[in-house]
Nanobody, 126 residues
């Protein structure tokens, strides 16, 4: 059974930075993906970034490209989401998700998730 644990989040002023971390477990094969999604109040959940452990590729939504960076922790099945130049529009609940698959994005299609974390709140406000 896949499991996901998140940490990080909090409140920050516009232009500030935060880092989220996510560790997943329960994989039965040596290829898997971990990604971050977010949901703002009154909006649908959207994909933010993902990482494919098989080939080391990372992907970003256009809205966060050049501001967010996803990185891997080699010793663990874990990723960090480094969020810089945060904007009020980045406010929302951030969810980590994982799946037992090779690639986390195919063209414009993000991966189908197998397990979710409980979410962590990120608030960007002055």
């Amino acid at each position: 059974q896949l499991r996901v644990a998140e940490s990080g989040g909090g409140s920050v002023q516009p232009g500030g930075s935060l880092t989220l971390s996510c560790e997943a477990s329960g994989f039965t094969r040596d290829y898997y993906v971990i990604g971050w999604f977010r949901q703002a109040p009154g909006k649908e959940r959207e994909a933010v970034s993902c990482y494919s452990f098989m080939d080391g590729r990372s992907y970003y939504a256009d809205s966060v490209k050049d501001r967010f960076t996803i990185s891997r922790e080699n010793a663990k099945n874990a990723v960090y989401l480094h969020m810089n130049s945060l904007e009020p529009e980045d406010t929302g609940v951030y969810y980590c998700a994982t799946a037992q698959m090779q690639l986390c994005r195919y063209g414009d299609t993000w991966f189908n998730t197998d397990a979710w974390g409980p979410g962590t709140q990120v608030t960007v406000s002055s």
